[in-house]
């Protein structure tokens, strides 16, 4: 295959990238700049199947929000790790929910730091279709069934954008799991 180099010195959109060259080169456009973009590594099946199986035994998990004048908030908290999501629950008049309100961006830790997962996700109200599937998750879990719980309880759902990981016995693959 041929290797051609396209110098960008003004505006670019995509329609100025000649279309045969779009399935070997993953574009991103930012401040009017063309970079780069590596595609994500593929994911090393036994890992992953040890990261969902770590996710589905641990009982707690560290969620961070950030409050409304940039100050963090750091919470432990139950959660349920179905179908590549994080699911935690709480009432709205937490410090953790009033920051979703305002920045649904989040972070999530495991507590053991000789084995770290963390994942990079955006949190927001889960579809009422889900909670009873995920209200049954919660009581097998923690024999705990949040939507007969009198604080008003509401289900989160994180969307995981990037995990990372290391001390897990992969740290050659490197860290980013997603």
């Not at 993953?26 to 994500?40: A, E, G, H, M, S």
């Not at 409304?68 to 953790?96: E, I, M, N, S």
């Not at 579809?127 to 879990?141: E, S």
């Amino acid at each position: 295959m041929m290797c051609e180099v396209y110098q960008v010195t003004h505006h670019v959109s995509l329609c100025s990238v000649p279309s045969r060259i779009f399935p070997y080169l993953r574009l991103l456009i930012t401040d009017n700049r063309l970079r780069y973009n590596p595609p994500v590594r593929r994911r090393n099946p036994a890992r992953w199947r040890a990261i969902e199986s770590r996710l589905g035994r641990e009982h707690v998990i560290w969620l961070a929000t950030v409050r409304r004048d940039g100050r963090p908030h750091l919470a432990p908290l139950w959660f349920v790790w179905l179908d590549g999501r994080v699911y935690l629950c709480t009432t709205p008049d937490t410090q953790k929910f009033q920051n979703l309100v305002h920045n649904q961006m989040v972070s999530l830790s495991l507590p053991d730091p000789q084995n770290v997962l963390l994942i990079e996700g955006e949190a927001h109200i889960a579809d009422r279709q889900i909670i009873d599937t995920i209200a049954d998750y919660f009581y097998h879990k923690y024999e705990w069934d949040f939507r007969y719980d009198n604080a008003g309880f509401r289900l989160i759902e994180v969307t995981p954008h990037k995990i990372l990981a290391w001390g897990d016995g992969y740290d050659a693959e490197g860290t980013r799991v997603l």
